[in-house]
Nanobody, 123 residues
Framework: VQLQASGGGLVQAGGSLRLSCVGS????????MGWFRQAAGKEREFVAV????????HYADSVKGRFTISRDNAKNTVYLQMNSLKSEDTAVYYC?????????????????WGQGTQVTVSS
């Protein structure tokens, strides 16, 4: 099972980025998928999750209204559209596939993780 995240980079505050995560080796369309992030010196935190069909999503309060998670099951891909970026969004972003079909915020229920992509927002 492999997850390949991409799309990170350096952007000015107020800008946008779109992260992508492509999965292989598993029926990803059957499971929820999530995005997490870890800033330097901090613990990993939940960002967003989408259920198996794309019909249900949940967001951390800190990104609600600015970030949008979506998925294309035909491409085994999950996206994270990030708008109105702030300096506090700077982190390594990880995608992960859950062991459940329904959305879950607990990282303990995500057995497979991508390698992470760095997002840096300059103020």
């Amino acid at each position: 099972v492999q997850l390949q995240a991409s799309g990170g980079g350096l952007v000015q505050a107020g800008g946008s980025l779109r992260l992508s995560c492509v999965g292989s080796g598993r029926a990803f369309s059957s499971y929820a998928m999530g995005w997490f992030r870890q800033a330097a010196g901090k613990e990993r935190e939940f960002v967003a999750v989408i259920n198996w069909s794309g019909g249900s999503t949940h967001y951390a309060d800190s990104v609600k209204g600015r970030f949008t998670i979506s998925r294309d099951n035909a491409k085994n891909t999950v996206y994270l559209q990030m708008n109105s970026l702030k300096s506090e969004d700077t982190a390594v972003y990880y995608c992960a596939t859950s062991s459940l079909t329904i959305p879950t915020l607990s990282s303990n229920l995500y057995p497979y993780w991508g390698q992470g992509t760095q997002v840096t927002v300059s103020s």
